[in-house]
């Protein structure tokens, strides 16, 4: 950040009186401006034994595919996120269970939250931010082209969930660090609550 969205003069990056962290604050109005980590909502939808998918038409991962999910906007709760960005994604109306999983990912500063839905209809389509959209099985799922190691986290709980309980309890995760030649995660931990 180079200038103050108030005032438009230029700011510094200094930790304010009262502070532990530096903060950018504008060197004539003296506004601090936070700089907080974004909220993703998001759905993974079963309709029988399958769970509803979405090939990316976008980056990053362009051509993985991934659970519907994106940024919350201002105004909405996460499970309205979670059901708009399933219609704006896959076409597709869910009804909210229970959440699932939240993922702190604090490389990127980003908490994900993946609620359990019932995907009411199998009625699903492409998008302009998905090129494909389909239901998958277990044994479908196509392990090494998924998108996201939150995607790969949500998916191995549903299912592990599924084959040894039929509870779906709450799992929060910490990721710490990914390489981003392999978006393989170097460093996760997870508490079951």
Wanted: proline letters at 6%; charged letters at 25%.
């Amino acid at each position: 950040m180079n200038y103050c969205s108030e005032c438009g003069n230029s700011v510094e990056l200094r930790i304010p009186e009262g502070d532990h962290l530096p903060r950018h604050i504008c060197t004539v109005c003296e506004l601090i401006h936070y700089s907080n980590p974004r909220i993703i909502a998001g759905c993974l939808p079963v309709y029988g034994d399958k769970v509803l998918l979405c090939k990316r038409d976008i980056e990053p991962r362009l051509g993985y595919w991934t659970l519907p999910a994106g940024f919350l906007e201002n105004g909405e709760t996460t499970e309205q996120g979670a059901m708009r960005e399933t219609w704006e994604e896959a076409l597709a109306t869910v009804e909210i269970l229970s959440l699932y999983t939240i993922t702190s990912i604090v490389h990127v500063n980003q908490v994900q939250m993946f609620y359990l839905a019932r995907l009411l209809k199998p009625e699903f389509g492409s998008t302009s931010e998905s090129s494909e959209v389909r239901l998958f099985s277990e044994e479908e799922i196509p392990w090494d082209e998924l998108a996201f190691p939150t995607v790969v986290n949500a998916l191995q709980r549903f299912f592990n969930d599924r084959r040894e309980s039929g509870r779906y309890p709450l799992y929060r995760i910490s990721l710490n660090r990914q390489d981003p030649e392999s978006n393989e995660l170097l460093s996760q931990s997870e508490v079951e609550l």
